[in-house]
């Protein structure tokens, strides 16, 4: 049998018992300060009334997909409903970032004839999204062409419809 080193044993005690404390310092101070953004992902209509003048008979939609601060959407408009649907092959052209209670959003859209303003090649117009989302709401500027001003937006999520499983 060999010798048990009490020097040996005790530098692996103390060592093991820092490794431990350190573990949960960081991992209190980690619960503590480190908190995950808001799911703010979804489709938001837009009160027409808080429009720019160009698009007050269109629909708008904004939806917004997330993966933890970073964001990517789609702005749609149409006069009527099926014109605004969403399908699977519909690219994002939006991108931004969820940061300091806030988000923005900017991209080149399609199909906001009336605002046209300067388009680039393919007739897609450069929009730029800044808001705050207070639970259901998504408050906020839009700019939709590069010289002219924001416009005040109000815009409210739209309730998921969620498909029943039936089983036979």
Not at 42 to 61: H, M
Not at 115 to 123: D, F, H, V, Y
Request: charged share 25%; glycine share 10%; aromatic share 6%.
């Amino acid at each position: 049998m060999s010798k048990l080193n009490v020097k040996l044993l005790t530098f692996y005690s103390v060592s093991i018992a820092v490794v431990g404390v350190l573990f949960k310092v960081v991992t209190v101070c980690g619960e503590t300060n480190l908190k995950a953004p808001p799911a703010i992902a979804g489709n938001y209509r837009f009160d027409r009334k808080s429009l720019p003048e160009c698009l007050k008979s269109d629909v708008l939609v904004l939806t917004i997909e997330q993966s933890g601060v970073y964001l990517s959407g789609k702005l749609r408009a149409g006069s009527s409903e099926t014109d605004i649907k969403t399908t699977a092959e519909d690219k994002l052209s939006l991108s931004g970032k969820w940061e300091n209670q806030g988000l923005s959003l900017s991209g080149k859209v399609e199909n906001l004839a009336g605002c046209s303003g300067e388009q680039t090649a393919g007739g897609k117009s450069f929009v730029k999204l800044r808001g705050i989302v207070e639970g259901n709401s998504l408050n906020g500027k839009i700019s939709l062409t590069d010289d002219a001003g924001a416009t005040i937006f109000f815009a409210k999520r739209e309730t998921a419809v969620k498909q029943e499983n039936k089983t036979h």
